[in-house]
């Protein structure tokens, strides 16, 4: 072990002294430091999928917020019951920026907080007549929604209500589709679980129900982009110009006819690999169609999954790939002409989701930028394996960390920028240190693609470059301390 | 700076042709609807037969204005000097209150679950309890530690204080950390029954542990407590102390987060900013009395003042508006005994003076308010004493109690005549309400947007939570110079909506 890693190994178990034995054992193994064997196999020691410790602050959510709030939501044609009490889908409501076209209300029920708002009585003798009721009145108010979802919150699970047949009983009645899902907040150790939980509900109600039209030889589905700010329109803009058919997109501005047909796709094409990699698999074995992993974070990458993407058809496609490419380069150099020497050697601490902290590595390489931090939320084995390859040597990757863990580590590391979500931002407002949400893009966006590049590097470089942060620096006080 | 390449973002890059084709074009796989059908059910959604159907609605709430009980409880306990707020039940529940409150205020927020999962349901909840406690007394360091339950804790039926007791017994946390409780279950009131359950714990708990409560000096007799309860507004807790300090009375504020939701970017970043003091608590229960400027936030903890305590209380809805505040300033002279400070007469004097240069673009007006029922109470207030005329009256946290108050209010005055308060009702009912029935003004949270918006009446932001606009929450609303800001966003909206609408030859410079 060089001594830089073995300072890096020093670093981590100070910090990790705080903790009282058993929390410090569990701590322990959810770091490691990269290192050349790693980057080279990849097989890393992490662990990860675990439950979280009690009472430690962590920045992990929940089943339903997986569920209802990754996965469901953003079907813009389908009402999503937040079934149960109300704060869960109040607190969901409109803050995730997955966009969609339609008229908020009549045919897009997206930015819409819908629930049985459980009382008392509910809990007591059960909700399950309620949620027959409330399907009607949807149908009532509703009247174009194709579907509706029951996004179950902690009670339903736990005092046995029987969504399952109050579904079935009232699509029969009203005729479009009812969909439970079981994803209370208790199930699993994270939102990852609810991602699946909310991925085997559109496998069992929805997948490979209905058929195309017309199937061509250039059908593809994009999988697993929640069209954050735009992002799965700035993505499918690419695939269409090098004359590819985006048959569906799941879930992003999706419709529930788009759940039902992906399975004539030619080939699947997946950008957040941790939520929907489950139903690449099943359409995989159940039809047949292949899937392969792509990242539009940034020009290297993008251009190297375009490639890959064209590889998988003909000269045609392939021709139209680098033609594209060609026109694409022109911006893109222009953008990284501008920013780059902006930020050069910048260092960034990355704590996301399942999937951007190594999906957007090389978007900010692009700019010069460095990752020396990074891990996931809700990140499973098969994430952190693809993540050792991506990142340089000496680099911490944590599982799970503490909102402690990481603003003891930001300063330590003396980062430049700092990506997480809005529970982080504001502590590091507080530390002066940038930081910009990598789950909302801080109510900007697009990111995906070439379009989304210019933005991101826009976004990085007001943040990590503004005046603001030299105010912290206070004339009065001799220094300011971080 | 250099040139500036071309960047489009959100805002206008859809706009563009190439990608307003790309949206047509993905229709194809949409199946959508048609855009008649989509015509027709957005007419059928404005029409008196909806409004009907929507009004009938027993069971289904779209779009509700409240949030539920654990969120007040973490507002609560931030109120006090460092004070952990720890969340009993699934892990999800403080990830959403967290983020919740910090895309208010825009700052952190911090807070801790017990995180229960699956096997919690059949075992109960203890050893997570109790690893919690341990685990976020050693990383955060809280001087007390304020535990509330979110669903899965109060379904199963955890007992909070067998469960306290044991960690205490077992070493997980020392005798000396205060550890209140509530039981805030999600399915019973809203978030401000939350906020009042755990305010009213912590004072208990702090006077009862309390054991030299006869140490309080004379100052301490001679202090007046001050209650601002679930309050979305910092700057309310600056201009009550300000009100305060002109009197020249001795005050403790029992619960303050004004600190924690308003604390310096100064380089560093500490966990707990100011707050009520701990041992201000129990002597709070020596002082003259209680004021508290909300009541339906605090019902319980304002019974357990006026019981336990046996001190005078004086409650009143959020002081917006001239008459409001007299009453305030009123109160305060009479448990103190201090008279009125000239200064703030003057001050009066100053906002009735700018209430009477606005009068002509508030007489008259409309308006629809959506909100808490402290909150909604002192609006009406306001808009009676300056003409306005509300008409929807929103409360989805409010009792019958709150809705024979505000009907009282509403037929003290003859701009209340149309109003209506609708209690239990949600954003969606307000919806039919406004396009049914315009009014000039709507006045509410960031939620009530899209409602607004239907309706296409412009939106005036007060309440909570503001999501889109920014440190609204910092100028206060309540007391005169409160009553001047809430005039100001009110009028300029007037203002600024004649403007947007004027004809060319009425586009005036002077008004």
């Known amino acids: 072990m060089s001594t830089d890693l073995g300072s890096k190994q020093n670093l981590i178990d100070e910090m990790l002294e705080v903790y009282p034995d058993k929390a410090r054992k569990d701590r322990s193994k959810h770091y490691e430091i990269n290192d050349e064997n790693l980057i080279n196999c990849g097989k890393c020691s992490i662990k990860s999928n675990m439950k979280s410790r009690p009472g430690v602050m962590t920045v992990r959510g929940c089943a339903y917020a997986g569920s209802k709030g990754v996965v469901w939501g953003p079907i813009k044609d389908m009402v999503h019951i937040s079934h149960g009490p109300v704060g869960c889908g109040q607190y969901s409501w409109g803050t995730r920026r997955n966009y969609a076209t339609g008229t908020l209300g009549v045919d897009n029920f997206t930015a819409m907080q819908i629930t049985s708002d459980f009382q008392e009585k509910d809990i007591v003798f059960g909700g399950d007549k309620k949620l027959e009721e409330i399907c009607r009145e949807i149908k009532e108010m509703f009247p174009l929604a194709k579907g509706i979802s029951i996004q179950s919150e902690c009670p339903v699970g736990l005092i046995g209500d029987d969504i399952e047949a109050v579904a079935k009983k009232m699509t029969a009645e009203i005729g479009i589709p009812i969909i439970p899902v079981r994803c209370e907040g208790f199930r699993g150790v994270s939102q990852s679980l609810g991602h699946h939980i909310a991925n085997d509900a559109i496998r069992d109600f929805l997948m490979g129900r209905r058929e195309l039209e017309e199937c061509g030889p250039y059908d593809v589905s994009i999988i697993g982009d929640y069209n954050i700010g735009g992002d799965a329109w700035a993505s499918r803009i690419l695939l269409e110009e090098m004359g590819l058919r985006v048959i569906a997109q799941w879930s992003g501005d999706g419709s529930i006819n788009e759940l039902a047909i992906a399975h004539k796709s030619k080939l699947n094409l997946i950008h957040c690999f941790r939520s929907m990699n489950y139903m690449c698999t099943t359409m995989e074995r159940e039809y047949g169609v292949p899937w392969m992993e792509y990242n539009f974070f940034g020009p290297t990458k993008t251009i190297e999954s375009l490639r890959a993407i064209a590889d998988r058809f003909d000269d045609h496609i392939r021709d139209n790939c680098e033609k594209m490419i060609e026109k694409y380069r022109i911006q893109m150099d222009a953008i990284i002409g501008k920013y780059r020497p902006r930020l050069e050697g910048k260092k960034v601490m990355l704590l996301i989701g399942g999937l951007r902290p190594r999906h957007t590595i090389g978007a900010y390489e692009d700019l010069g930028m460095e990752i020396v931090a990074a891990g996931y939320e809700f990140g499973h084995k098969d994430d952190y394996t693809r993540t050792f390859p991506d990142l340089k040597e000496g680099t911490i990757i944590y599982d799970d960390p503490s909102a402690y863990e990481l603003e003891e580590l930001a300063q330590k590391l003396d980062i430049d920028l700092m990506g997480a979500g809005v529970k982080e931002k504001y502590v590091y407002h507080k530390m002066g240190i940038p930081f910009r949400q990598m789950h909302s893009w801080d109510y900007s966006g697009p990111y995906h693609g070439f379009d989304g590049f210019k933005v991101f590097a826009r976004d990085m470089d007001m943040t990590v470059n503004s005046p603001v942060w030299d105010l912290l620096k206070d004339p009065q006080r001799k220094a300011v301390s971080v | 700076m250099s040139a500036k390449p071309e960047i489009a973002d959100f805002n206008d890059l859809f706009l563009s042709d190439e990608y307003k084709e790309l949206l047509e074009r993905k229709k194809a796989f949409e199946a959508p609807c048609t855009a008649a059908e989509v015509e027709e059910a957005s007419a059928y959604s404005k029409s008196e037969a909806y409004k009907e159907k929507n009004f009938a609605r027993n069971s289904l709430v779209v779009n509700p204005a409240k949030a539920c009980q654990p969120l007040g409880s973490v507002m609560a306990a931030l109120g006090f000097e460092k004070t952990l707020p720890f969340l009993h039940g699934s892990q999800g529940c403080t990830a959403y209150f967290r983020s919740h409150l910090s895309r208010h205020f825009k700052e952190p927020v911090p807070a801790v679950s017990s995180s229960m999962t699956e096997d919690g349901a059949v075992f109960g909840g203890m050893r997570n309890l109790i690893e919690g406690l341990e685990n976020s007394v050693a990383l955060y360091k809280p001087e007390m530690v304020a535990v509330s339950t979110t669903c899965m804790a109060e379904v199963i039926g955890d007992d909070l204080n067998a469960f306290i007791e044991t960690a205490r017994q077992e070493g997980a946390v020392g005798k000396d950390v205060p550890i209140p409780y509530a039981n805030t279950p999600s399915f019973v009131g809203s978030h401000i029954t ?21 140490a309080s000096s004379k100052a301490d007799f001679a202090k007046l407590n001050l209650i601002l309860g679930f309050e979305p507004y910092t700057g309310n807790f600056a201009e009550l102390k300000r009100i305060l300090s002109i009197f020249g009375s001795g005050y403790t504020f029992l619960g303050d987060q004004s600190g924690n939701f308003d604390s310096p970017a100064a380089g560093e970043y500490s966990y707990y900013y100011g707050g009520t003091k701990l041992s201000d608590v129990p002597k709070a229960a020596s002082a003259l009395g209680t004021i508290s400027l909300q009541k339906y936030a605090v019902k319980k903890t304002l019974e357990y003042i006026q019981s336990g305590w046996s001190q005078q209380v004086v409650s009143m809805p959020t002081p917006i508006g001239i008459r409001a505040t007299d009453r305030l300033l009123a109160a305060i002279s009479e448990i103190t005994g201090l008279d009125v400070p000239k200064e703030l007469t003057e001050e009066r004097g100053r906002i009735v003076d700018a209430l009477t240069d606005s009068h002509n673009y508030l007489h008259g007006k409309r308006v629809a308010l959506a909100g808490d029922p402290d909150l909604l109470l002192g609006l009406i207030g306001f808009c009676l004493e300056t003409g306005m005329e509300p008409v929807h009256i929103v409360c989805t946290n409010g009792d019958k109690e709150f809705q024979q108050e505000a009907e009282g209010l509403l037929s003290s005055s003859p701009y209340g005549e149309e109003g209506q308060v609708h209690i239990g009702r949600d954003l969606w009912h307000m919806r039919s309400l406004l396009i049914s029935d315009p009014v000039d003004l709507a006045i509410g949270s960031s939620h009530l947007k899209y409602a607004a918006k239907d309706a296409n009446i412009p939106l005036v932001r007060l309440g909570f939570p503001i999501f889109d606009r920014h440190h609204m929450h910092r100028y206060p609303i309540i007391g005169y ?28 410079l002077v008004r």
């Open chain 2, 194 to 214: 939350g906020y009042d359950a755990m305010l009213k714990s912590i004072l208990s708990y702090l006077y009862e542990r309390s054991e030299d409560v006869a």
């Open chain 2, 481 to 508: 110079q409160g009553t001047l800001n809430v005039l100001s966003l009110i009028v300029n909206t007037v203002l600024q909506q004649l403007d947007d609408q004027a004809p060319e030859y009425g586009f005036d």
